[in-house]
């Protein structure tokens, strides 16, 4: 079964700068996708960024980018320019590939609180 | 991007009662999935609602509990029956839609049960 390891439960950083929030997992499959979601006080849970196993490159939306090293298995999240609204609860999030391996296995979660 | 609205986005019961939660997506999506969400805790799938057939259930969770509907491509239920306190908790649904990967949830319902 995969798993996924969110280390730090939680985080924060001085407006403007720069975090980066950890992951990392577990699987035997070769192809998957990684997820990193959002979640403010208002629960509603909002994706932020997705790659895709197959891909080298690292996937940027933004102020966001990640730092994907497959041998390693480690997805990190790296927040640009921090603004109060990145404020929230972040998940890390696996899925297979695979049909019928469509669930997300989520990390336990990085609370992430922005310094004004 | 779809569109997914949850009712009722909040609600308290009674111990013993049942609540049936909706799910609506403004297209038609390939999967759906119902989720929880334990007070300052991850996210851990319940089901997987299948369009016109039986739910599939993750370990741990049972149809007696958790009955699920999903009648057509834009519409489910799920419904938490015969409510402990233990219930307590966020349902999330979420879906896959056509020709994508990506899962996109709703607003979730907050459930309290004394």
């Known amino acids: 079964a995969q798993t996924v390891t969110q280390s730090q439960p939680e985080m924060s950083v001085q407006e403007a700068e720069t975090v980066t929030l950890s992951c990392t997992y577990d699987t035997s499959e070769s192809d998957y996708y990684l997820f990193w979601y959002k979640q403010p006080p208002s629960r509603q849970m909002i994706l932020v960024i997705r790659q895709e196993a197959y891909k080298q490159q690292n996937a940027t939306e933004n102020r966001f980018s990640v730092n994907f090293q497959k041998a390693a298995k480690s997805f990190s999240l790296k927040i640009s320019d921090s603004q109060l609204g990145d404020a929230a609860m972040y998940f890390c999030a696996y899925r297979g590939s695979n049909f019928g391996n469509e669930k997300l296995t989520f990390g336990t979660g990085t609370r992430l609180t922005i310094i004004p | 991007s779809a569109v997914i609205s949850q009712k009722p986005s909040r609600d308290i019961c009674q111990r013993g009662t049942s609540l049936t939660i909706q799910c609506q997506v403004d297209?038609?999506?390939?999967?759906m999935f119902w989720y929880r969400q334990q007070p300052g805790q991850s996210l851990t799938l319940i089901a997987t609602?299948?369009?016109?057939?039986?739910?599939?259930?993750e370990s741990g969770f049972v149809i007696d509990k958790f009955p699920i509907s999903r009648p057509n491509l834009t519409f489910s239920t799920l419904t938490v029956s015969n409510m402990s306190p233990e219930d307590s908790s966020i349902y999330l649904c979420?879906?896959?839609?056509?020709?994508?990967?990506?899962?996109?949830f709703g607003p979730g319902t907050r459930l309290t049960v004394t």
């Open positions: 609602a299948n369009q016109g057939s039986e739910a599939t259930y």
């Open positions: 297209s038609q999506v390939t999967m």
């Open positions: 979420s879906v896959i839609s056509t020709g994508g990967y990506e899962q996109y």
